[in-house]
């Protein structure tokens, strides 16, 4: 079955414990991307990649990295969480060359920060 | 900057109503228009997309047309059933850095009621 996971599902953890969220996609998607959903904000993009070793800002990068060393996985790192990251997480991905090809979701990565 | 404009929620209609959720953009250049759907506790998926001017996007009864003179892209559905409970997001996707980043509305929270 074609999908996006991601993992863990939940997550509560305190300020300062560096934390990473996985994403895996199975369709060879050249693109990934990860999103953030607040309510009242909508989703705002965090980071995307467009390939292998490429990788690029959305609107909300501070205070996260990203890696794409293997087409399938772009992890999300919060290398020193605080409670304004506390949000609900999601990972896309498409096939990347048309503004037009739909974006796959994973089911999202609820994350509480104290 | 491109920006999406929707409807404020929520909304709650009784089964068979007639629904509209209404979306406006601002964008430079031709975006690719898209209404994404995600039910309780699942990630988004694509409901419809238009690519260009008075394309019209359709699948489940729902229904948007791309209107570029008036910069919308209304969802419509004539009669809703229950199952339709959901958050709708309006978005579009320019792709002016060559990816096809989304940028997303609020979202409209949709209650149906028997």
């Known amino acids: 079955e074609a999908q996006v996971t991601q993992n863990p599902r939940y997550l509560i953890t305190v300020t300062g414990k560096k934390l990473t969220v996985t994403c895996s996609q199975n369709?060879?998607?050249?693109?990934m991307s990860w999103y953030r959903q607040d309510p009242g904000l909508g989703l705002r993009q965090i980071y995307y990649s467009m390939n292998v070793e490429v990788t690029d800002k959305g609107d909300v990068p501070e205070g996260y990295k990203v890696s794409r060393k293997e087409k399938r996985n772009f992890p999300l790192i919060l290398e020193s969480p605080s409670p304004n990251q506390t949000s609900l997480y999601f990972c896309?991905?498409?096939?990347?060359?048309?503004?037009?090809?739909?974006?796959?979701f994973g089911p999202g990565t609820r994350l509480t920060v104290l | 900057g491109d920006s999406v404009t929707q409807m404020e929620g929520p909304v709650t209609l009784s089964e068979e109503a007639f629904l509209t959720i209404n979306c406006t953009y601002t964008a430079t250049g031709y975006p690719s228009l898209f209404w994404y759907v995600q039910y309780p506790g699942e990630g988004l998926q694509l409901l419809l997309k238009a690519t260009k001017a008075d394309d019209k996007g359709s699948n489940k009864g729902f229904e948007a047309t791309y209107r570029k003179e008036t910069t919308s892209f209304h969802l419509e559905k004539g009669s809703v059933q229950v199952s339709d409970s959901a958050v709708y997001f309006c978005a579009l996707s320019w792709g002016q850095t060559g990816a096809n980043n989304l940028f997303f509305g609020t979202g409209t929270r949709l209650t149906v009621i028997p």
């Open positions: 896309a991905s498409s096939l990347a060359g048309a503004q037009y090809n739909e974006q796959f």
């Open positions: 369709m060879n998607h050249e693109y």
